[in-house]
């Protein structure tokens, strides 16, 4: 005669009473998929998050403005930096605070500047620029547009000089916009808020570079500071996606924890109601198995044995049901 196990009987028990074990599935696939759904939607969330702070100020933890003295060999010596990218500043539109340059390719992939619409110049006398920019300037212009300026090159004389629009650039020089708290005489500050094509040349002045930089292993500005005193460095808060006058790093971590605390309280509750869920509907079934418990005691089962039994069908159709959850969750998630 076969020797059954708890497997078996498990199994067993699980076959007679199916309607009743099916209703209960269905419960736990539909608690896994809610728990699923809205961790991975809070993650998400952060994701997003994160995102909008890339499309703002890139990946860029701090810039270095003007400060031709201090090179980049010194920069990577420090051990500071993990990467190092250039802002390059040629000219500002005459009597405004527009400013016109171009990115290098480390710049390009520290800064992120994108066009949300048409595309970044590419030879000379093409130009994009941010729609902030155009209503400083107060002019209504549009992608294919032509626009001639009169520009005062960095330290140079003034030039004229005609432009064909060929892209509106997402916003960044607000966020990374550092004269609301800091001026100085001597150096150039001001963001560009119109790239230019490198090849775009000016007879006299000079070309400022802007350094954006992101920290390497546990640098925060604190010891970047401390190694530049005196330079022109100013700290990139990744919660608030722009240039901060303080040290960002406490309010980062805070904004870091908070959102840290606000996923485990949800998953920890998400758990917590799957499990109740689970038991109480457990218990719900075993209350209608009075008779079978009776049987099974009659022929000398021990209570240990009992819960181990029931025990199993519980650990049986969360094998079956967990997996069809997580991927429907998933799947929900996803969509």
Known sequence: MK????????????????????????????????????TLCAFGL????????????????????????????????????DKIGHQF?????????????????????????????????????EIAIE??????????????????????????????HSFTIVGILKEQSSALDVSSFFWSQDSVLAWPSALISPEESFATGRVVVHRAMTYAGLTDFTKAQARYPEAQLFPVSRSEARVYPVN??????????QTTAM?????????????????????????????????????????????RIFGRDAWLLSLVALPIGLVLGVFAAWL
């Open 3 to 38: 020797q059954l196990s708890i497997n078996h009987i498990s199994a067993a028990s699980i076959r007679a009473n199916r309607k009743t074990y099916v209703s209960l599935a269905v419960g736990i696939v539909l608690a896994v998929v809610l728990a699923t759904v809205m």
């Open 46 to 81: 952060i994701e997003a998050l994160e995102q909008q702070v890339v499309q703002t100020v890139g990946h860029t933890d701090c810039i270095l403005l003007d400060e031709p003295d201090i090179t980049d060999e010194s920069l990577r010596q420090s051990g500071l930096f």
């Open 89 to 125: 500043v040629a000219a500002s539109v005459m009597d405004s605070n527009v400013y016109l340059g171009y990115t290098d390719s480390e710049g390009q992939d520290i800064l992120r500047r994108v066009c949300t619409e048409g595309r970044m110049p590419e030879r000379a006398g």
């Open 131 to 160: 729609r902030s920019a155009l209503e400083k300037l107060r002019l209504d212009l549009d992608v294919g547009d032509t626009v001639t300026w009169t520009l005062l090159p960095v330290d140079g004389a003034e030039e004229e």
């Open 248 to 257: 960002p790093s406490g309010i980062d971590r805070a904004a870091i924890w």
């Open 263 to 307: 996923l485990w309280i949800l998953g920890l509750a998400l758990l917590l109601a799957v499990c109740i869920g689970i038991s109480s509907a457990m218990e719900s079934v075993l209350a209608n198995k009075t008779e079978e418990i009776g049987m099974l005691r009659a022929v000398g089962a021990t209570r240990r044995l009992i819960k």
